[in-house]
């Protein structure tokens, strides 16, 4: 098997997993900029996780090259309440 052919397999599970728009992620409401592309077995759990630096990504247990990391998506947290229009 040549490396086309592992890139083109490996393509067949890369697909949409999470889409741009308004989202509830860990009991609060966020903003989500763009559409999250990523690989995701189907033989493992997994879940949507926001990163310190407000970020979404696919969560679960795999391994990455030195400087390589999980693709993210920028998003912003909803606020809701008294103080909504401070934060607009």
């Known amino acids: 098997m040549n490396r086309n052919e592992i890139a083109n397999n ?9 889409e741009k ?6 009991g609060k409401q966020y903003n989500v900029k763009k559409d999250l592309y990523d ?3 189907k033989n493992k759990e997994w879940h949507i ?4 630096k ?3 990504y696919v969560h679960y247990q795999r391994y990455f090259l030195q400087g390589n990391t999980y693709p993210t998506v ?8 008294f103080f909504k229009w401070l934060f607009k």
């Not at 490996?10 to 999470?18: A, E, G, L, S, V």
């Not at 996780?49 to 310190?52: A, Q, R």
């Open 74 to 81: 920028k998003v912003e947290e909803k606020h809701r309440g």
């Open 39 to 41: 690989v995701v077995p």
């Open 21 to 26: 728009g308004e989202h509830q992620i860990g």
């Open 49 to 52: 996780s926001i990163n310190s």
């Open 10 to 18: 490996m393509m067949k599970y890369y697909r949409q997993q999470f």
């Open 54 to 56: 407000d970020a979404t």
